[in-house]
């Protein structure tokens, strides 16, 4: 057991955590120090603590909870599958029922002809699926060489081995070892801070798919598969494409016969204000990946869609070899299978595609308030999900040094204002439940003001600007 700091109670929930338990994307040292903030229950857009504060969710805990907390057609959903087949599975020629209804309205809703759908149980399994599913198409096809996939820097994928070879953040690779042979990571397109002196947001996108295409060449275009990318970037920084950009990039790749993967993992289900980010930027991809949202995240799922011309090849193979090689467990968990599909005919039934559409304009619009905060470099965003990015300067763009010290900082001060948002580096996030009221953003935007000024006022008690 780990020694429990004085400043926390060993027999309390908080103290029990920090002897027991290790915690994803956390600095486990500064947990000893810090512990947790425990969170005992969520209704609609809020969550309570354990002394009974309560706090927005702006992020839908991690860019999922579309329908906020406490669903009751989602519990019913879980409990009347529990009752009638809590598990089976869907290997060797075996399924419940739910997932082959799920399968069918996925298909449906989907903005490009799909052909199959295979569920897994978490974005990052989704993506790791779809490197094997494209290595394996391509021996399929008689291209063993065309193996290297295209991911971009900040972009994010997951962090199985795979997964997190294709994410292009330092901290998903250091000391992991990572990535793998075959990734490999082309320009970020963040216009903003990117963009060259006089340069167009349009011919920064050509010059986006300019080092694309440099890149295809000099690796050669008959060992290049695929690119992988989000319609709009989430955990990089919520960056969203410059004007233009993803139509260049589309006829680079279609250029080179290589395959385009759409990462709807954040995007997917309403975020941009659209059933999937591909159609707010006309995106034509032949393989989509899907999760959070997929079941508001109440139960883990999720699924990747490819298109026929990939199935054929997949389903050739799978006969010459006697079998498709790949699966989990909890493929197609009936139970998730259920919940999952409740979560999408409560979409439509609520219109929250729509709804997501006009209270995210409201939410742009009062972010927007924050552009000549003195701390405040840009705010950009689509839909429900935004950004807004703290610098040392304005006028350089500089930014501060260390990088995060002080969205951290912001992020502690928006705890106190009873707000949860994410600060990734000095970005700070907004990604909240799809049934927010524009009264909730008021609140949103209310509280993230005031965790904002008391920012600035000690920025410039420590000098740093």
């Known amino acids: 057991m780990s020694n429990t700091p004085s400043t926390i109670a060993p027999n309390s929930t908080a103290g029990r955590d920090v002897a027991y338990c290790l915690h994803p994307y956390t600095n486990a040292r500064a947990h000893e120090e810090k512990g947790p903030l425990v969170i005992t229950h969520g209704q609609g857009v809020n969550v309570f603590d354990d002394q ?10 991690l860019w999922s909870t579309s329908l906020g907390f406490g ?16 598990y089976y599975h869907s290997f060797t020629h075996k399924t419940p029922i739910p ?76 000391d992991f070892d990572l990535p793998i042979a075959n990734i490999l990571h082309t320009s970020c397109p963040h216009y903003w801070r990117f963009g060259q002196d006089g340069e167009s947001e349009e011919n920064f996108s050509t010059r986006m798919a300019d080092d694309l295409e440099k890149m295809i060449l000099e690796e050669g275009p008959e060992t290049i598969a695929a690119f992988i990318g989000e319609p709009v970037m989430g955990a990089g920084g919520v960056i969203v494409p410059p004007n233009g950009y993803w139509e260049k990039i589309q006829a680079v790749l279609k250029k080179y016969d290589i395959l385009l993967i759409a990462d709807e993992v954040i995007c997917g289900f309403g975020r941009t ?9 006309g995106m034509k991809p032949d393989i989509i990946s899907v999760a959070k ?16 011309k990939l199935y054929q090849g997949i389903a050739d193979n799978s006969a ?51 552009k000549d905060h003195p701390l405040v470099g840009e705010v950009r965003g ?66 993230f003001r005031r965790a904002l ?12 600007i």
């Open 71 to 86: 669903e009751e057609r989602l519990i019913e959903a879980a409990n009347k599958q529990m009752k009638e087949l809590p």
């Open 382 to 447: 689509v839909g429900l999900i935004a950004a807004v990015e703290l610098v040392q300067n304005k006028a350089t763009k500089a930014s501060f040094d260390p990088v995060g010290k002080v969205g951290t900082y912001l992020n502690e001060r928006a705890i106190e204002e009873g707000l949860i948002i994410r600060n990734m580096g000095d970005s700070i996030a907004f990604c909240p439940p799809l049934i927010i009221t524009m009264h909730e953003i008021d609140q949103i935007i209310d509280r």
């Open 52 to 61: 009974g504060k309560s706090y927005i969710e702006a992020m839908a805990g």
């Open 99 to 174: 997932p082959i209804e799920l399968s069918e309205k996925l298909l449906s809703m989907a903005p490009v002809p799909m052909s199959k759908v295979f569920f897994a149980n978490s974005g990052s399994e989704a993506n790791d699926t779809v490197v094997k599913l494209v290595w394996y198409y391509n021996n399929a096809i008689g291209r063993p060489e065309k193996k290297k996939i295209i991911s971009r820097i900040k972009g994010y994928h997951g962090v199985t081995v795979a997964s997190a070879s294709m994410t292009g953040l330092p901290a998903n690779h250091t």
């Open 273 to 281: 204000g659209n059933a999937f980010g591909c159609e707010t930027f």
């Open 320 to 370: 010459k070899i006697g079998v498709l090689g790949h699966g989990y467990t909890y493929s197609g968990h009936p139970v998730c299978a259920a919940v999952a599909l409740e979560t999408l005919k409560i979409y439509e039934e609520r219109d929250l595609f729509g709804q997501a559409a006009s209270v995210g304009a409201h939410l742009q619009k009062g972010l927007a308030q924050f």
């Open 293 to 308: 949202a997929l079941s508001s995240s109440y139960l883990p799922i999720s699924a990747v869609m490819i298109t026929d």
């Open 453 to 464: 000024d008391k920012t600035l006022d000690w920025v410039k008690a420590e000098q740093m």
